[in-house]
């Protein structure tokens, strides 16, 4: 056992040192902090205000077109020559052009621009003058808009699971991402780390330090170590991303002043809202602005937060654990062994072929069939296969699992772990002192068995 | 008292026999010669005693009792391809590898300062391996292996490497360290290089034993009774006890070898010589280890 420490220890201060260790570790963050300020602020810069010139004839529009955050209103007098040569003095955004009118045939609006206006400002201003006339006709008929409001309905539903636990509230946006987030996080820690291991023991391997290690150590120690170690680091460097990145954030945020960073829960309120209020925020964009969209936009909001708070944490946090420590070692035994059986890193294309493929299986249909039927009969199995079941149970634990279930696929999982690592050690205390021999399947399949 | 005894040793790999009922003992405190060509075996040898494989047959015995996994920590080997982790500093490497042999770290740290002083290379040891010529990783990695102390050190092709400077500082170490009690196991093909360190040696070929035993007592089995005279005169060997084997002669200068027959003492064909020639050299000429192993295949190979 004291040896074993010994080799963790190695393997995991050898590599927190490296200058690459720490130069990722403090740079994603960073560029993680970056992708997620940046869109904030560019909208920020582009929301610089337009300025609106705008002639109006016909008079209904005195005094109603307000001044809103990103754009503003100048009204003129005069003619319409007199306005257009004003207009090319200034660098105003736009110059609108109202004719004299009729309430019941409202044409001839010209909107004047240097450039083209974009179809956001045209649009913007035709919703507010329809917004407009719609109000002064109203009036006309004794209705007034604010009776209007009070008619209009709102609906949004709530999904609320019936389970033996009682009234669960169920958003299926977020315990989607809970899932799939835990799920990616896993898949790409057992590639980078596993693809490390087998780096070491082919690093020992050719600078020919494994007859030396395996004269003091027994093989299986030192693939253990080995392994236990650089699944260490993962964690380290997992941890300090976590806590680096929100640092990064924050203290980005507060400097730049950007609203802080839109966290995954305030984007999805914000797609959310997207896609209920689709037709009237095309219509309107500014009716985000009006009490009633906030209201919506607030209520979302909150649906997530309960959401969240509804998932089960805890166990979503121990299964992410245990499918990541798992599906590391079931997998982190196999590429050490890998590495021992190949001389340099170019021979081990082969033989990474039956590790990728379930890997990438267990991916892909995690997004495109356990995510639409969490239930069904592939997500079922693929949750019981160890190969498979880091990935697969991962996306399907905030849905809720049946504890049967879970429990049945973590036993498998461990027996799945202890299966691999038993025939990684066979391959591994033959591979490593074997040299110039090109290995193949069969060859593989014999060491199994050999007596060493 | 033998600290090594190998009993019927026998290792087959898939397709071939790497050790055939191979014995012999390796006494306390002698320096050990394991001989033989390349592919005769030795390395698997050395494997199954330093517990890396296992015998398929066979038994081995460190100080009289069975190999176990803790007779690991009493022997040091220095493997044919050396090797240590590239990008470790050589201070941190030679701890890690004296800890790995159950030394704590604080004596680990005097004994490797001890070691450093001593070969002078104390500045190395925040240098990275990699950053090192392959005679300095070779010192490096010879100080590993001797480190724990162990009581059986087992070098294979240990001079390989080495220039002729640090080759005698090496085999220096390895006779002090005998001094201290220590034996020590060469493996090696190059049977010359060690012949005169040896006490005693083994003979492997064709994963067999073919000979062992002290280096002197196979050497006065071998040797025929042959002396290489050289001496100014006109030689005529007309004695039935002497045969002349060959003769030269060069400006005066004769060079000859003669074997003693009819139990006849070196000191006969002294006095025999002294009446008729002027010698200036009489040496006994003893058949090279190289020579006796050659003879010795091919009687093997002819029985």
């Known amino acids: ?452 | 008292m033998s600290i090594l005894k190998i009993d019927g040793v026998t290792k087959t790999y898939a397709n071939h026999t790497a050790l055939d009922n191979v014995s012999f003992e390796i006494p306390q405190g002698c320096i050990f010669g394991l001989l033989g060509p390349n592919g005769a075996g030795k390395t698997s040898l050395i494997r199954i005693i330093t517990q890396i494989t296992g015998a398929d047959s066979g038994k081995v015995y460190f100080k009289g009792e069975r190999l176990k996994p803790d007779h690991i920590k009493e022997m040091g080997y220095l493997p044919e391809e050396r090797g240590l982790y590239k990008k470790m500093k050589v201070g941190e490497q030679l701890l890690y590898l004296a800890q790995l042999k159950g030394l704590s770290k604080s004596e680990a740290t005097a004994r490797i300062k001890a070691w450093v002083d001593r070969f002078e290379i104390r500045e190395w040891l925040d240098k990275n391996i990699e950053d090192l010529s392959k005679g300095m990783q070779q010192k490096v990695q010879f100080i590993a292996t001797v480190l724990h102390e162990p009581s059986l050190i087992i070098l294979d092709e240990p001079f390989s490497g080495f220039d002729p400077i640090n080759a005698n500082l090496i085999k220096d170490e390895i006779l002090s360290l005998r001094e201290r009690g220590a034996t020590i196991i060469f493996s090696t093909h190059r049977m010359e290089s060690v012949e005169e360190l040896c006490d005693n040696i083994a003979l492997i070929n064709r994963a067999q034993k073919v000979l062992d035993g002290p280096v002197k007592e196979i050497r006065d089995t071998y040797k025929t009774d042959t002396y290489q005279i050289i001496g100014n005169g006109q030689l005529m060997i007309t004695s039935p006890d002497f045969e002349v084997l060959e003769q030269h002669s060069n400006h005066g200068i004769f060079r000859a070898n003669v074997r003693l027959l009819n139990n006849t003492s070196p000191n006969d064909l002294l006095r025999y010589l002294i009446q008729r020639v002027e010698v200036h050299s009489f040496v006994e000429l003893v058949p090279s280890i190289n020579e006796i192993f050659i003879r010795k295949v091919k009687e093997t190979h002819h029985a």
């Open chain 1, 1 to 452: 056992m004291h040896k074993i420490w010994l080799i963790i220890q190695r393997e995991y201060l050898t590599r927190v040192r490296k200058k690459s260790f720490i130069i990722m570790t403090l740079l994603t963050p960073l560029l993680l902090a970056a992708f997620m300020i940046l869109p904030s602020l560019l909208i920020t810069m582009s929301d610089e205000a337009e300025t609106v010139m705008v002639l109006d004839e016909s008079g209904l529009f005195e005094g109603k077109l307000q001044d809103k955050k990103d754009v503003k209103f100048i009204p003129l007098a005069g003619s319409l020559d007199q306005a257009k040569m004003l207009y090319q003095e200034t660098d105003n955004t736009a110059l609108l052009y109202i004719p004299e009118m009729d309430l019941s045939n409202p044409e001839g609006f010209v909107v004047y621009g240097k450039k083209n206006i974009s179809i956001q400002t045209q649009v913007r201003l035709e919703n507010m003058l329809e917004k407009e006339i719609e109000n002064q006709r109203y009036l006309a008929s004794g209705l007034d808009r604010e009776t209007l409001d009070k008619i209009k309905a709102n609906v949004s539903l709530t999904a609320i699971n019936l389970s033996d636990q009682g009234e669960k509230d169920n958003n299926a946006i977020i315990t989607s991402v809970a899932g799939v987030a835990g799920a990616v996080i896993i898949y790409f820690f057992i590639f980078l780390y596993g693809v490390q291991i087998m780096r070491g023991v082919i690093e020992e391997k050719t600078s020919r330090i494994v007859e030396v290690m395996i004269s003091s150590v027994k093989p299986f120690q030192l693939m253990m170590g080995k392994i236990v170690g650089i699944a260490a680091v993962g964690l380290t460097q997992f941890l300090l991303w976590v806590i680096l990145s929100f640092m990064a954030v924050t203290a980005v945020s507060a400097a730049f002043g950007v609203d802080a960073a839109p966290s995954p829960a305030a984007q999805y309120a914000a797609g959310q809202v997207a896609a209920q209020g689709e037709e009237t925020a095309l219509k309107d964009p500014a009716s985000m602005e009006n009490p009633e969209g906030q209201d919506e936009f607030a209520s979302t909001f909150n649906d997530i937060k309960t959401s969240f708070a509804n998932l089960p944490v805890a166990l979503i946090f121990f299964s992410f654990l245990f499918y990541f420590l798992g599906g590391y070692l079931l997998y982190g035994s196999l590429f050490g062994a890998i590495g021992a059986a190949v001389d340099n890193e170019t021979d081990t294309q082969q033989f990474m072929m039956p590790i990728t493929i379930p890997l990438a299986i267990a991916f892909i249909m995690s997004y495109s069939i356990v995510l639409k039927n969490p239930d069904g009969p592939v997500a079922f199995w693929m949750s019981m296969i160890p190969l498979t079941s880091p990935i697969v149970m991962m996306v399907r634990v905030p849905f809720g699992v049946p504890t049967w279930e879970l429990l049945l696929s973590m036993g498998l999982l461990v027996a799945g772990f202890v299966f691999t690592t038993w025939i990684a050690s066979r391959i591994y205390r033959v591979g490593i002192l074997m040299y110039g021999k090109k290995v193949n399947y069969k060859e593989l399949s014999k060491w199994l068995f050999y007596r060493v």
